[in-house]
């Protein structure tokens, strides 16, 4: 069984920064790509970021210049660092993960809150 397990948010001020973790775990062959997606209360749930198994990325506009998504292959782990954040970040953020252990399965966290807020 593939488990994903997010970490690294909380409570932050306008303007600063917050690094979240994704940690895949289980009978994992390979990781194809591996996402961070987010939900804000009464929105739907959005593409943040992605990077591909090569390191290629791709962001919201909104994110832009302001998150950077990252990844250790080694450690099956997904990295977003989000600097100049803003009280509209404020959303659970979500891990998914294409992953290959014997069949491919698009995989979901739990969440994690990062809440914005002075």
């Known amino acids: 069984q593939v488990q994903l397990v997010e970490s690294g948010g909380g409570l932050v001020q306008p303007g600063g920064s917050l690094r979240l973790s994704c940690a895949a775990s289980?009978?994992?062959?390979?990781?194809?790509?591996m996402d961070w997606y987010r939900q804000a209360p009464g929105k739907e749930r959005e593409l943040v970021a992605r990077i591909t198994s090569g390191g290629s990325t791709v962001y919201a506009d909104s994110m832009k210049g302001r998150f950077t998504i990252s990844r250790d292959n080694a450690k099956n782990t997904v990295y977003l660092q989000m600097n100049s954040l803003k009280p509209e970040d404020t959303a659970i953020y979500y891990c998914h993960a294409n992953i290959y252990s014997g069949g491919t399965m698009n995989y979901w966290g739990k969440g994690t809150q990062v809440t914005v807020s002075s």
């Open positions: 289980g009978s994992i062959i390979s990781i194809n790509t």
